[in-house]
């Protein structure tokens, strides 16, 4: 495996681990406390580093304003979304849906430059994922109320969305040459203002996770602040479809995260990991072109910020 792509395969078991760690932990207002934490904490740490590196800093918002805007919009979408929905259905079910679709999200956009067997695996994927995700959230989803189901799954498949949209940007700014330091640095803006807005809107929720605030800081710097500056590095660096490709192991991973912490063994789950992982790993190594220019650009728009 190459470099970006084994460097995003650590960022994938560190978020995994993570995940499984949060899923039951932590109720709406705990889950935006988070959020700003762990994103506050992620733009000071590489803006400092950024500085002491002499990066490009204020150059790139200058020359990139607007993918940096795209970029804290996309960011704020797949991440809020994502640990929110963690509130409403089991981190199995919400991570097998946001990462499953997304080499199909990738293939579609390449348009006539992705091959049939993009779609066919992207697919593949998918029905496997998804199989995983019946497997270990069946029981559990089914105790979910219809209401809470169909808003935790809506705001997966949002996260899903936005993060293939993160690969397919991260992959331009990769070309454009600007350091992952520096994305890192000024891509968290809109998540963490956003999550402290939502949070404010319910004070008394505030004075209950103030004893929580040490665990949530530990946690962030481990499923954000590490993982996502190596994601940054990768999705620069690698082709897009493989990157999505090796993050549709999560569901996987997450799920014997949570066998680590206490949820209960299956051996079909199990199976299911392993034929996961083995399709993802084999097909990220597959040599393939260069990645094209996506067909949908318009998410994605080009020109100065000035």
């Known amino acids: 495996m190459n470099a970006p792509l084994a ?15 949060l ?34 800093g204020r150059g790139v918002l200058r020359a990139h304003g607007r993918l940096m805007v795209t970029a ?14 963690l ?45 995983l995700a019946l497997r270990l959230s069946g029981d559990a989803a089914g105790a979910v109320p219809m209401g809470r189901l169909v808003t935790g799954v809506g ?19 990769g070309r454009l ?7 890192t640095a000024n891509r968290f803006h809109l998540t963490y203002l956003a999550a402290l807005v939502l949070l404010a809107l319910d004070p008394p929720a505030v004075a209950e996770v103030r004893t929580r605030l040490p665990l949530l800081v530990l946690v962030g710097l481990v499923a954000v602040v590490v993982p996502l500056y190596l994601l940054q590095v990768g999705l620069q660096r690698a082709d897009s479809l493989g990157a999505m ?15 680590a912490f206490g949820a209960p063994f299956d051996p079909w789950a199990l199976a299911l990991t392993v034929v996961i992982t083995v399709i993802a790993v084999g097909y990220a190594r ?16 080009q020109g100065s910020g000035r």
Not at 75 to 80: C, D, G, H, K, L
């Open 72 to 85: 804290n919009v996309l960011t704020a979408v797949t991440f809020i979304s994502f640990y929110l929905s």
């Open 155 to 173: 705001l997966a498949l949002l996260a899903g969305l936005g993060a293939a949209g993160l690969a397919l940007l991260s992959k331009r700014l």
């Open 23 to 56: 899923s039951g932990r932590l109720d709406g207002a705990q889950s935006l406390l988070f959020s700003t934490i762990a994103f506050a904490l992620a733009t000071v740490v590489f803006t400092v580093i950024d500085r002491v590196r002499r990066g490009p």
């Open 286 to 301: 597959m040599p393939r072109p260069a990645d094209p220019e996506p067909a949908v650009v318009v998410s994605l728009p």
């Open 87 to 131: 509130v409403y259905v089991p981190a199995a079910l919400a991570v097998s849906i946001e990462t499953a679709i997304g080499p199909l999200v990738i293939a579609i956009a390449a348009g006539r430059a992705a091959r049939i067997g993009d779609h066919l695996v992207g697919w593949v994927l998918i029905g496997c994922s998804g199989a």
């Open 245 to 259: 490709t090796l993050i549709t192991t999560m569901p996987g991973l997450t799920y014997l995260a949570q066998v």
């Open 177 to 183: 040459a600007v350091p992952p330091v520096t994305v």
């Open 7 to 21: 460097l995003i395969g650590v960022a994938v078991l560190l978020q995994a681990g993570s995940s499984g760690f």
